[in-house]
């Protein structure tokens, strides 16, 4: 008889974690570590697009090679997220030998450490080990965060997965060999943290079969994923790599065609800046159903959380919200900087870090003053959230200077200072 687990909850603030491995699993996996502030050092020939963005944002630190067991010394626990069972056998063989923990992706009964399903609710986590069944434990977390929620209208049943979970419409079958069509939802996944996604948003979640995610969702969304559904990066980092929208578009339509429930899981709001007008076009021309579920936008809650409100009385009665990743200059810009400039309200502009001084400089020429109060919201709603508060005239270079990065969100007008004092 195999013995029992004995659970534990592990603090890892400032210890250090090596992860072996940088595709889908080290991606679902990462997310929660940092969350706990552990150390993570991350060995990998190749990272996906959002391991390589948590890299370049100095969350983790990426050894671009194979293992070594060296990679080991100092550590407190390693997590193997790679599919060679030989590879994977060598860094326990190195774990044991030093006697750190270690999570095997590949085999869970070589591991000396399990990763249970995990639900999050407030300062409560819950974490179920389902006996060597991922499957069980998901069940049993699904229920119990059902609980702690206490948000289900009574009557309803608990999502299943499936194309008829999908706010209880199967998907369509074709009159051609009667193949049964799957469902789309495009779902917003809110700002950065996880509890603002809506309930419909994570009601869908857990019900789908494949779920193609960008780069500014919530990684601890995607830790909370069923082990066996299909995760698709489809993460677009500004000015770097990139899966173009088309291959995107055609990964929803495929795996829908197929029969999956596909939720296509997007940062913010999936029509603010978010193209989820064409992915839902392009699954109308497949004949693919599609839900769209609306999110808390960047636009919105990056000031908020910042203690700006982009309306206040007797400040702003209106709120514009551009976006600036076409220099104002450029002839592919559709924004009427000149109109903008002229307004009295508010100005959010999202993706504009890398032209603010050129939007800056254009706004302040065409009348707007430079001593109005501006400020850069940077991964607003996370626990890395940073604030800068300034002028229109200076706040490019400050940002600059304080080594801000995307995603983060500009504000401008005289709601910056509307909650001060």
């Known amino acids: 008889m195999t013995a029992n687990p004995y659970p534990l909850g592990l603090r890892l603030d400032g210890r250090r974690v090596v992860v072996v491995g940088g595709g889908v699993v080290a991606t679902r996996r990462v997310p929660a570590l940092l969350d706990a502030g552990a150390d993570v050092l991350l060995v990998a020939p190749e990272l996906t697009p959002a391991l390589r963005a948590r890299a370049d944002a100095g969350r983790l630190r990426w050894v671009p090679r194979r293992f070594a067991p060296e990679d080991l010394d100092g550590a407190w626990l390693v997590q193997v997220a790679i599919d060679d069972p030989a590879a994977a056998e060598s860094i326990s063989v190195a774990a044991a030998e030093r006697r750190i923990f270690c999570v095997r992706a590949d085999d869970r009964t070589a591991a000396t450490a399990w990763t249970p399903a995990v639900t999050r609710h407030g300062p409560v986590t819950v974490a179920v080990l389902g006996g060597g069944d991922p499957r069980r434990a998901m069940t049993i977390r699904d229920a119990i965060r059902d609980l702690l929620a206490a948000r289900l209208v009574p009557g309803d049943a608990a999502p299943t997965h499936g194309a008829s979970a999908a706010e209880g419409t199967t ?36 019900a ?12 601890l969304l995607l830790d909370e994923l069923r082990p066996d559904v299909e995760l698709v990066d489809a993460s677009k980092i500004p000015y770097g790599p990139s899966r173009a929208q088309e291959e995107i578009n055609q990964i929803l339509v495929d795996r829908a065609l197929a029969g999956a429930f596909v939720v296509r899981l997007k940062g913010g709001d999936p029509y603010v800046f978010g193209r989820g007008g064409e992915e839902l076009l392009a699954c109308a021309q497949a004949g693919v159903p599609v839900t769209v579920v ?18 206040h009385r007797g400040v702003a009665h209106e709120f514009v919200v551009v976006s600036g990743h076409v220099a104002p200059d450029s002839a592919a810009s559709l924004v009427r900087w000149d109109a903008v400039a002229g307004l009295r309200g508010t100005l959010v502009i999202l993706m504009g870090l890398k032209n603010l001084a050129a939007i ?45 990065r995307p995603p983060a969100v500009v504000v401008v007008g005289d709601v910056v200072g509307a909650l001060d004092g």
Do not use: F, N, Y
């Open 360 to 404: 800056t400089d254009t706004l302040i020429a065409h009348g707007r003053s430079p001593q109005t109060p501006a400020a850069v919201v940077q991964e607003a709603t996370t626990g890395t959230q940073r604030v800068l508060r300034s002028t229109l005239g200076a706040v490019a270079a400050e940002t600059l200077a304080a080594d801000l």
């Open 294 to 311: 609306p999110g808390v936008t960047s636009s919105i809650a990056a000031p908020a959380a910042a203690g700006i409100p982009v309306t």
């Open 171 to 206: 998907g369509a079958t074709e009159a051609t060999g009667g193949r049964q069509t799957g469902r789309v939802a495009l779902v917003g996944a809110g700002p950065g943290d996880p509890e603002l996604i809506t309930v419909k948003g994570w009601r869908l979640l857990t």
């Open 208 to 219: 789908a079969d494949v779920v193609v995610a960008d780069r500014l969702v919530p990684g």
